[in-house]
């Protein structure tokens, strides 16, 4: 297993850690996660270790990728698992924090939907021998559902201290780039489809 799976299945883990984190019911053990302000703003450390291991999380994302390529270590199990460690990091946390009334409930209702549609048309591509290429309007998707998702977790601060709603801001923009690269990608691989139907 060389270094980039090896940071992919890191991410996988910390997935797994954040969604205990912010899923268990820790009240039920007697557990109480500490709490302070900031201005009129209640914090919950839970929320704020829980954010940090996030960060830690997608700069890992961002690395594997880029030293897979940089040193030819890409490899079908670096690319499966690339795949599973991003749609378990974000689709659940958005998910998550979505139930919990942190971020709008069409963040990941699009975000899935999209990704389900867009994984099938990669599917399809790689069944014919073909590449589907990322586009960069899903980077930039990507990037911005990173950062909003990142200032959910930190209660929108220091934003929130001006009543500046830039997270749901950036989730909305995210959700909107979701929509048109989802759109995107099937104008460019339309072709695969059909080929798929008449088959």
Not at 140 to 162: D, H, I, Q, R, S
């Amino acid at each position: 297993m060389n270094l980039p799976t090896k940071l992919t299945v890191s991410r996988i883990f910390l997935s797994i850690i954040i969604i205990i984190l912010l899923i268990f019911p820790f009240h039920s053990v007697g557990i109480q996660w500490l709490t302070f302000k900031v201005d009129n703003i209640v914090i919950s450390l839970q929320y704020v270790i829980a954010g940090l291991l996030f960060i830690v999380a997608s700069v890992t994302d961002f690395l594997d990728g880029n030293l897979a390529r940089k040193n030819n270590q890409v490899t079908d199990l670096g690319k499966m698992l690339d795949a599973i460690a991003d749609k378990v990091l974000v689709n659940t946390v958005l998910i998550i924090l979505a139930y919990k009334g942190m971020i709008p409930i069409v963040v990941p209702v699009v975000t899935v939907f999209r990704d389900t549609f867009v994984d099938a048309i990669k599917m399809q591509a790689a069944s014919k021998g073909k590449v589907v290429a990322a586009i960069k309007s899903g980077k930039l998707k990507t990037a911005t559902l990173m950062v909003g998702t990142t200032l959910a977790f930190f209660y929108n601060l220091p934003f929130e201290l001006w009543s500046i709603g830039i997270s749901d801001i950036l989730l909305i923009i995210a959700t909107v780039l979701s929509l048109v690269s989802g759109v995107q990608y099937y104008i460019q691989n339309k072709d695969l489809l059909h080929e798929a139907k008449e088959a």
